[in-house]
């Protein structure tokens, strides 16, 4: 396994985000609707408030974002969607950003998370997580619109990059 360099990947995790973010509000605006579809779940997964509907903006988190990722709990869910098996979800609240970048600095290594990277960046901070073969890119910032914080939890597989001959 190669190490995959840290400044580049985290371009590339930036660049993601950035993307998720502009489909996202580029949907909300569209639409002139606030973004979210009625899916069909099990009862089961209603009590788990879980359901995977790839591909779909919902407001109902992916059955393959992890259970043990830490929620700052004065959140409320504003979006989530699968893209290529990958959960991204979308949360807001009316915190500061300090608070929660603070809840998820102590909150992740108590779930087994280690913190990898905390990048300030530009009205937030950008975290990464890794727990086994998982990493949790969380991006924290303000909605300079609404005024609300909100923070954005993309989980990948870790990728083994292998020499080629």
């Known amino acids: 396994m190669i190490p995959i360099n840290k400044s580049k990947f985290i371009i590339l995790l930036s660049?993601?985000?950035?993307?998720?973010?502009a489909v996202f509000f580029g949907l909300k605006f569209f639409s002139g609707e606030k973004v979210g579809v009625?899916?069909?779940?099990?009862?089961?997964?209603?009590?788990?408030?879980?359901?995977?509907?790839?591909?779909?903006v919902t407001k109902v988190i992916p059955s393959s974002y992890p259970k043990d990722l830490p929620k700052f709990s004065a959140c409320e869910i504003e979006a989530a969607f699968e893209?290529?098996?990958?959960?991204?979800?979308?949360?807001?609240?009316?915190?500061?950003?300090?608070?929660?970048?603070?809840?998820?600095?102590?909150?992740?290594?108590?779930?087994?998370?280690?913190?990898?990277l905390e990048k300030a960046v530009e009205g937030g901070t950008t975290l990464e997580a890794q727990k086994g073969d998982l990493i949790a890119a969380i991006g924290i910032g303000k909605n300079q619109e609404s005024g609300r914080v909100m923070i954005f939890i993309q989980v990948n597989k870790q990728v083994e990059v292998t020499p080629t001959s």
């Open 15 to 21: 660049f993601i985000l950035a993307i998720s973010l």
């Open 83 to 116: 893209t290529e098996g990958q959960p991204n979800v979308i949360w807001t609240c009316g915190e500061e950003v300090s608070k929660a970048v603070s809840f998820y600095k102590e909150e992740l290594p108590k779930a087994g998370w280690k913190v990898i």
């Open 38 to 56: 009625e899916v069909q779940t099990t009862p089961e997964q209603e009590a788990l408030g879980i359901a995977s509907d790839s591909g779909r």
